[in-house]
């Protein structure tokens, strides 16, 4: 960053005025297009995060864009107390990509989380009468931010400092079935994992545990919710992860590019838990699903159409996973690279703060997940040009920093 940077000075009343909950890059993001991010000095970043799995497309679409705009000069809110036409066609079209029969929308991921829950509780009341129904999560997931949504998040450093959560929830380990199937009793109401887990460290649950949990499930009468905020959306070569595998859950939770940058998110559920759990006033809010949100929803999913998205995330991921692959083999301190897709994790045996640092100063957007995994979440539409100018920039990032 040279003097003339007008950043610093951004930085510096941000860091006077806002909470400090993120150690953010030192960077002030201004526009974006296609596959690509420029900051306020006009540097140009090729972008390998999209807003934490949010951008499935790139920036600056004007299909997208488009259709936003004419949405605003037309309405944006209306409340719940009416219908829209935006999200009406919205529902109707989550629904058929699905393959679930009723949504919710709401404002983000931990919202959807939370319904998804309230969900499953309340179909299990409906079922018992019982009050103290129990939830099994797993160990090291993530599902948000909000009290409830934090209750099943496996990961400790995110609970430990918040005191008692809501509910009654224990923790199983994903891929390991026995440990889910001993925590199972007369009050177990659901089972809520990801199909593949992201902050956790790019874990795919397998074939086998998937199925066995749905089977448990089925036989004891368990709700088992899916959370595809991360993984949903075609990022691993599915519209969703558990299509690969024909395992449907009752209920499933959806955000991040669902709206491609508009904040919504959706908990979706079978027909059967549709008509024996929430009901009019057990559930509402103010935003979710407005018509802007569903005009997003809708331009998200004409252009998955258009591009066939999930096509190229097919025909990409397996190149991306050939350059993970040499990288393996190349360095020693890389133990190895795992995800589903194009979403990815290269493991390091050290932190991998200063190749992602280093990368940022080359023009390269990164995410970790935790701090010994570099995490690949490329706009779908990413092509292996791209994936190429990657490569060489990571590698003369790791070369530096551990070489
Ligand atoms: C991001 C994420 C959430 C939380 O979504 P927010 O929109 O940040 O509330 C929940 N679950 C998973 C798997 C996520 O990746």
Known sequence: MDYTSVMPAMIDQAEKDLLHTYNRYQVVLDHGDGGYLFDADGKKYLDFMSGIAVFAFGYNDPRYNGALK????????TSNYFYNESTIRAAHRIKAVSGMDRVFFTNSGAEAVEGA???????????????????????????????GALSVTGNTKYRLPFGQMTGDVQFARL??????????????????????????????ATEEFLKGVRRLCDERGIVLIFDEIQCGMGRTGDF????????????????????????????LMTEEMGQSSLTAGDHGTTYGGNPLAGAAINAVLDIFEEDDLVGHVREVAPYLEEKLSALTEKYPFILEYRGRGLMQGLVFDRPVGPVIAGAMEKGLIFINAGPEIIRFLPPLNVTKEQIDQMYEIL?????????
């Open 70 to 77: 004419a949405q605003i000069d037309r309405i944006i809110h």
């Open 117 to 147: 829950l309230k969900a499953a509780v309340k179909h299990a009341y409906l079922k018992d009468g019982r009050r103290d129904h129990q939830i099994i999560a797993m160990e090291q997931s993530f599902h948000g931010r909000t009290y």
């Open 175 to 204: 891929n390991d079935l026995e440990s889910v199937e001993k925590l199972m009793n007369e009050k177990t109401a659901a089972v809520i994992l990801e199909p593949v887990q992201g902050e956790g460290g790019l874990i795919p």
């Open 240 to 267: 969703f992860a558990w299509q690969k595998f024909g395992v449907k859950p009752d209920i499933m939770t959806c955000a991040k590019a669902l709206g491609a940058g508009v904040p919504v998110g959706a908990f």
């Open 395 to 403: 590698v003369s990032s790791i070369e530096e920093a551990f070489c």
